[in-house]
């Protein structure tokens, strides 16, 4: 909230309102500027006159409950409402302005109720808009005990809270609030038994049922099969839906929502919407007349939420001609997770863990292992009993309806990936070339056995995405539980727990049998070390004798063998040498009319030899004149200076000329050592 001197007030008041709105709550502007005119355009005067009517009765009902700063609420019980209140915390900008303009007025707050169901089970809250999200889940924890890292909270008015640490002010929350608790541990056999009882069960059951909105996009011509859970809202499901058509949400048509539905924050079992199966169409709205800047400027210069941010990114994005942005974004989707034929499983794991990270966020995802599936079972399961970890195996397939949803709403959800990182050694892999589904089939049946490799091998596109457990036991890696992308967030949180408690039952009773064991490996190690020490003992000297003449005979017959070796080598060079030497012309003398070579010859002791050669004879010819002189091809190269070429490789053809090969009029050439 920003504060103004009186002078800027004067020049700017439509930021005056905007910042009035926001503080107050109001939405009614001939309200606001009614109050801004008694107020004379004083920002801090008009907070201070509209929060003195925001008053509330309340009552103690004994000493130690006022302590604790819990009340009863004009007849309501007190165990069915709570007032949290706390010293104000007003906002960096406005302390600072305060401090500043010592005007002496208190900073504001407001006063937000909250109806809270849970089971059959109400609560009412009654907290100032400076608490955080984590305040309300204590006090719901204390209320129904349920511990705070599990609840999820739903019915937010606009969207849903991004962290424990968020601040209710900036949720711009109205003053009443109706919200709906669940935990992924929820068991609906448990809503249906609690629930007769309660004040709303039928709703609770609906709130935890799976409901399958067909979806018909008409403008594209296609038709979607998503899975919600009832406590989702109807705007969080058009987000959904703009992930998958890129279509934002303000520009959907719908035909097929109750009437229930055009309040976005209505969950989908509020709405009234059909169970199981309800169908919905949804078609891009014609592009209208585009909007002046100016316009827009305003028009974001306001209070904004998501929605204003998203439609005011679609007008800039209108700029674009619609086909080349429909291009642009195809082919942004179609960038694979893993490339076709991917060389290695460790470069295909890299490239799926940074294509994922664009993809689906780059704050809170998964932690893939990045190598072999060889090298990911032998660190999470082929370990000590205690070191041990269960293996999850994501399959990814980019053609699944369900991928961008299980991917951005359950796998990259905190708590999953938090779950994950702790209990599971994740790896992954992409189904959407067969060349990549082949090679884990292949791997599958050498690490699962071909049951596993075959029940892989029957999932359809629709199937996916999967993510599968894998456990060992007894000394055998199984297959102990799939989980397929059509389930929600609690229920993949919930499968994951239960296998988590499975696998510690195992690794108890493994890490039991392996301390047995290696007791009594030690016991085993303990004989065989005194036993072998007294053998040592014993043969210590023999044996040292008996390597110390094998190697005083070896040593003769190497080097006996290698003057032998080198006598017959020598003879053999000597042989080649004189044969060559008869092969070569004699030398050119300087009267002879054809074409003559000029070759110096450098050698490896710092002579030069000097010799001419017809320019068409061979170079085969010059390279036996340097092998007559003893400098034989397999230890020495003929390397030309400029540009340098080794002529004894098998590149050179050595029936060409020396004019061919440029080693005319003159030439100089070196002989290297090869050693």
């Known amino acids: 909230m920003r504060i103004y001197p009186q002078q800027t007030m004067e020049v ?103 109806t809270v169901e849970y089971r059959d089970k109400t609560t009412n809250l009654v907290l100032t808009d400076s608490e955080t999200i984590g305040t309300v889940k204590k006090l719901l924890s204390e209320e129904f005990g349920v511990a705070p890292h599990k609840q999820v909270l739903r019915g937010w008015k606009d969207r849903n809270p991004t962290s424990d640490m968020e601040v209710l002010r900036i949720l711009n929350l109205p003053k009443d609030n109706q919200l709906f608790l669940l935990a992924p541990d929820i068991d609906l056999s448990d809503i249906q038994k609690s629930g007769t009882n309660g004040e709303s069960p039928e709703l609770l059951e609906r709130l935890t049922q799976i ?17 919600f859970v009832g406590s989702k809202t109807v705007k969080e499901v058009k987000t959904d839906v703009f992930s998958l058509t890129s279509v934002p949400s303000r520009h959907q048509v719908w035909t097929g929502w109750p009437d229930k539905a055009k309040d976005e924050s209505m969950t989908i079992a509020g709405a009234g919407v059909q169970h199981p199966i309800h169908c919905l169409e949804m078609e891009r709205e014609a592009p209208a007349e585009k909007p002046r800047a100016k316009a827009v400027a305003m028009e974001i210069d306001g209070e904004s939420d998501e929605d204003e941010f998203e439609d005011a990114q679609d007008i800039f994005e209108d700029n674009v001609d619609d086909n080349d942005s429909d291009l642009h974004v195809s082919s942004k989707r179609q960038q694979p997770l893993i490339e076709d034929n991917v060389k290695s499983e460790t470069l295909g794991l890299e490239q799926f863990s940074h294509v994922f990270a664009e993809r689906y966020g780059q704050i809170c995802t998964p932690v893939f292992y990045i190598g072999s599936l060889d090298d990911a079972i032998r660190e999470a399961l082929q370990c000590k009993a205690t070191e041990r970890k269960l293996l999850a195996i994501y399959l990814h397939h980019d053609n699944s309806v369900f991928s961008n949803v299980f991917c951005s709403q359950v796998l990259c959800d905190e708590r999953i990936v938090n779950y994950l990182t702790e209990n599971f050694l994740t790896w ?42 894998i456990t060992r036991n007894r000394s055998t890696n199984e297959l102990l539980l799939t989980l397929k992308g059509k389930l929600n967030l609690d229920e993949v949180m919930t499968s994951l727990v239960n296998s988590v408690d499975v696998f510690q039952e195992h690794q108890a009773a493994d890490i039991s049998d392996e301390r047995e064991r290696n007791a009594r490996l030690a016991v085993k190690e303990e004989q065989d070390a005194a036993y072998q020490e007294s053998l040592a003992k014993d043969r210590a000297k023999a044996e040292e004798k008996r390597v110390l003449q094998e190697q005083q005979l070896v040593e003769v017959m190497k080097e006996q063998e290698t003057l032998r070796q080198a006598e017959e080598d020598e003879r053999e060079k000597e042989a080649i040498s004189k044969s060559l030497a008869d092969l070569v012309p004699s030398e050119p003398n300087t009267s002879c009319k054809e074409p003559i070579s000029n070759i110096r010859i450098r050698t490896p002791e710092g002579d030069t030899v000097v010799r001419r050669f017809i320019a068409s004879s061979a170079l085969q010819v010059l390279l036996n004149f340097v092998v007559s002189k003893g400098y034989h091809l397999e230890d020495y190269k003929v390397l030309t200076t400029f540009p340098r070429r080794d002529l004894t490789s098998d590149d050179i053809d050595t029936s060409k000329s020396l004019k061919d090969l440029n080693l005319f009029p003159q030439e100089t050439v070196i002989l290297e050592s090869r050693k």
């Open 211 to 227: 409901y399958t909105l067909r979806i018909k996009y008409k403008t594209a011509s296609k038709q979607y099969d998503l899975n």
């Open 12 to 114: 700017d008041r439509n930021q005056v309102l905007a910042d009035f709105q926001e503080c107050s709550g109001i939405d009614d502007v001939e309200h606001c500027i009614a109050v801004l005119e008694q107020s004379d355009w004083d920002l801090m005067h008009a907070i201070n006159s509209v929060m003195g009517e925001q008053t509330y009765d309340v009552t103690e009902e004994n000493n130690s409950s006022a302590a604790e700063g819990a009340f009863v609420v004009e007849g309501k019980a007190l165990s069915s409402v709570r007032v949290v209140e706390r010293p104000p915390t007003p906002p960096p900008s406005y302390a600072q302005t305060t401090s500043s303009t010592s005007t002496g007025r208190p900073p504001t707050t407001r006063m937000l109720n909250f």
């Open 428 to 469: 992954a892999w992409d189904l959407t070339y067969e060349s990549n589904k082949a090679r884990l089939l292949t791997l599958c049946t050498r690490h699962f056995g071909s049951v596993a490799a075959g029940e892989v091998r029957t999932f359809s596109t629709d199937d996916l995405p999967l993510l599968l457990i």
